[in-house]
């Protein structure tokens, strides 16, 4: 199998259609037959990764490659990048806003839980300039 | 224990039917969505007072057995807008998470023995 290529917008207005991208990413994984906990652990860094794209850095891109062995997510934004990665990277740490957390976000735990989900984890970022955070999900057949 | 069966012994009032046959392995209570992705495992019965949009998109990409919304809330429109989309059920009961997570308990020993 090529890689497959998937590119999405995550618009930064809109709160509720954070998901879309990753549910997408979960129904074509199914489609394709990967292991079910391979398909869980793509789709929460993905969520993830949308939500903070869109709770901080006002909208971005995630473009995913699926291959057999392996699924990459590269979620890049030009919001106003990470000043302290990590602090950012610490449980209960955030700079999310009320209203987002009374949506039951902004608990601090987006980032931690992106690398607890992924087998390769990085950030790339720079103040003022922007994010990118690329994640690997290993396929281990029969999970 | 199926997902039917867990909420017939709970008496609780569905809102969405979704998989009434999936096992349910587990409960997990808790309303910081991260924290759920986080902690939840697939096919546990979430137990939630959170009633936003974003329940359901939790739910799937956590791919829980089950949301039972507790203390009787109320899910708002656009949460019930997304029912249709997902495969697990959604009930609501209005007992407390405390309460809740003890009888799913007492329930799932009680299918060991």
């Known amino acids: 199998m090529d890689a497959l290529k998937l590119h999405y917008d995550v618009d930064g207005e809109d709160f509720s259609a954070a998901g879309e991208a990753s549910s997408n990413v979960k129904k074509v994984l199914r489609q394709l037959g990967f292991p079910q906990e391979a398909i869980r652990r793509t789709a929460i860094c993905m969520y993830e990764g949308e939500i903070n794209v869109v709770i901080h850095a006002g909208g971005g891109f995630a473009d995913v490659t699926v291959e057999p062995e392996r699924i990459t997510i590269v979620l890049t934004d030009h919001g106003p990048g990470i000043p302290d990665v990590e602090k950012a990277m610490s449980e209960g740490w955030s700079t999310a806003p009320t209203k987002v957390r009374e949506l039951g976000f902004g608990a601090g735990m987006g980032l931690p839980n992106m690398k607890r989900y992924s087998d390769e984890f990085r950030i790339d970022t720079t103040v003022g300039v922007g994010t ?12 | 224990m199926k997902v039917n069966e867990l909420a017939e012994g709970l008496s609780l009032e569905c809102l969405y039917e979704g998989d009434g046959e999936r096992e349910v392995e587990g409960c997990y209570c808790g309303d910081l969505l991260s924290w759920v992705m986080g902690r939840a495992s697939a096919g546990d019965a979430w137990v939630t007072i ?3 949009v974003n329940v359901a998109a939790v739910a799937a990409l956590a791919d829980v057995a089950c949301v039972i919304l507790a203390e009787g809330v109320e899910p708002d429109e656009a949460l019930r807008g997304r029912f249709e989309r997902l495969d697990c059920a959604v009930f609501r009961s209005g007992m407390a998470a405390y309460e809740l997570a003890w009888r ?8 060991q023995e």
Request: proline share 0%; aromatic share 0%; net charge neutral.
């Open chain 1, 132 to 143: 990118t955070v690329t994640m690997t999900v290993n396929v281990t057949q029969g999970q």
């Open chain 2, 50 to 52: 959170m009633s936003n």
């Open chain 2, 104 to 111: 799913i308990h007492g329930l799932l020993e009680g299918r």
